[in-house]
């Protein structure tokens, strides 16, 4: 069974850095995208960025330009480098993949559990 986990949350100061990873383990056809969202308390899920197949990566307004997002194809191993953190950086951040788990299946959306990031002044 495909599943996808995020690690590396925790807790940062204003203006400084966090790492989270995501690796995608199980049987997988082909990932054609991966993508990270976010969550603040009270709040809706949010788009953060995304990655493609090809390596190309957008990001929403707020992020664009503080927030990296990488990928490793080979071990589908995507990474966000979170850069100068704000408190509204703050929320449980889930990794979002859309795959097949056979070419004879759909692409469908699979997600991670989230982990933690909190940042404080």
């Known amino acids: 069974q495909v599943q996808l986990v995020e690690s590396g949350g925790g807790s940062a100061q204003t203006g400084e850095s966090l790492r989270l990873s995501c690796t995608i383990s199980?049987?997988?056809?082909?990932?054609?995208?991966m993508a990270w969202y976010r969550q603040a308390p009270q709040k809706g899920r949010e788009w953060v960025g995304r990655i493609d197949s090809r390596g190309r990566a957008d990001y929403a307004g707020s992020v664009e330009g503080r927030f990296s997002i990488s990928r490793d194809i080979n071990k589908n191993v995507m990474i966000l480098e979170m850069n100068n953190l704000k408190p509204e950086d703050t929320g449980v951040y889930y990794c979002?993949?859309?795959?097949?788990?056979?070419?004879?299946?759909?692409?469908?959306?699979?997600w991670g559990q989230g982990t933690q990031v909190t940042v404080v002044s």
């Open positions: 199980g049987s997988v056809d082909w990932v054609t995208s």
């Open positions: 979002n993949a859309e795959l097949r788990t056979a070419w004879y299946e759909t692409f469908e959306p699979y």
